[in-house]
């Protein structure tokens, strides 16, 4: 099996983005190892803290930014972070040529009851002058690299640098990341829906009438039945549409008018939005493809339906 590494290198990626990737892939193995000793590397519970977006961090939350933060400055290569950790942009190096956007664990509600959780990150081409919050807000499209490690039974790691997703499994004994599938493909159809079901009647009458379709099953006009899956980390469920397809949806809704929609563009949306792209699948809002906003803000937050294409086409032929 390739190493990570050598896969890269087969691949042509960028000498110093593949040094970057690699930095990645070594931090989420620091991660990955913290995660798996559980209360014995006293990760578990909450801080006292809260982050911008007004959110318990949990002790696992700040200690994995940290890791990404402290292992990304030692490179010289990272001009500037925002991590959902983070309230402001972090200047790192001057003159690095990249900027690195990640949720330093994705899931945060799962890690008290040992389930599954994960890292997601976004890598972006640095601008020229001085670093602020505006340099980070270049559309999805511009990604030179996305990402995610997802800690669960075995520690998992999909990276997308534009030309196909590939996957990738922890040794945990040697550290090193091996390459499982050189290219994921995202089957076309599906009956699998992943959604939270507990705010249906927040959500808007395009996605209440998608959804009583499905649940309609083979008696409506779908013609067949559909099963549902919601691990409550989008990490794990976009893993699981990337490994078998499916539609995963964390739609508009009017619960808290204040916050209209949950999940980050910059941090979540966009690098998944890259990783399904790459692997067949189609990413949305409902309205318009993810990897297409301009985005406004560092922590700003969009409605997502992505997977299996001719799934969410047909959701979103319920958008209009
Ligand atoms: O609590 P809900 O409504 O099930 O939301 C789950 C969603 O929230 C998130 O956990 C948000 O991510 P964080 O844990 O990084 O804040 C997503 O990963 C997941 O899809
Ligand atoms: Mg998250
Ligand atoms: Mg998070």
């Not at 620091?30 to 961090?57: F, K, P, Y």
């Not at 200690?63 to 500037?80: E, F, H, Q, T, Y």
């Not at 067949?224 to 989008?234: D, L, S, T, Y």
């Amino acid at each position: 099996m390739q190493s990570f590494s050598q896969d890269l290198t087969s691949r042509k990626v960028d000498a110093e983005l593949s040094q970057l990737l690699q930095a990645l892939a070594q931090i989420s193995a620091q991660i990955s190892h913290d995660v798996r000793r559980g209360a014995l590397a006293g990760i578990l519970g909450a801080t006292e803290s809260e982050n911008v977006q007004g959110e318990t961090q949990k002790k696992l939350d700040v200690i994995a930014n940290d890791l990404i933060k402290d292992g990304l400055a030692k490179l010289d290569l990272v001009k500037g972070i925002a991590s959902e950790e983070e309230d402001d942009v972090v200047a790192l190096n001057p003159n690095g040529r990249f900027l690195v956007s990640f949720d330093p664990l994705d899931g945060s509600s799962n890690i008290d009851i040992n389930s599954l959780v994960g890292t997601i990150f976004s890598i972006l081409p640095a601008p020229e002058g001085e670093l602020t919050q505006d340099s980070f807000l270049q559309p999805g499209r511009q990604q030179l690299a996305a990402g995610y490690v997802l800690y669960g039974p075995s520690s998992l790691m999909a990276i997308s640098t534009g030309k196909g997703t590939q996957l990738y499994t922890l040794d945990p004994i040697s550290g090193d990341f091996l390459l499982i599938d050189d290219a994921m493909q995202i089957p076309a159809t599906t009956q699998e829906f992943a959604i939270n079901m507990s705010n249906q009647r927040f959500w808007e009458p395009a996605m209440q009438n998608y959804i009583a379709d499905l649940l309609k099953g083979d008696t409506g006009v779908r013609g067949k039945n559909f099963n549902m899956r919601w691990i409550a980390a989008m990490v794990g469920d976009v893993h699981r549409v990337l490994s078998r397809g499916g539609i995963f949806t964390y739609p508009t809704d009017t619960k808290n008018p204040a916050k209209p929609y949950k999940l980050r563009l910059m941090y979540e949306a966009n690098p998944m939005a890259l990783l399904v792209e790459q692997a067949g699948g189609l990413a949305s809002t409902g309205y318009q493809d993810i990897l297409d906003i301009q985005p406004e803000g560092i922590h700003q937050r969009v409605a997502v339906v992505l997977g299996s294409r001719d799934e969410v086409t047909e959701c979103l032929k319920y958008h209009g």
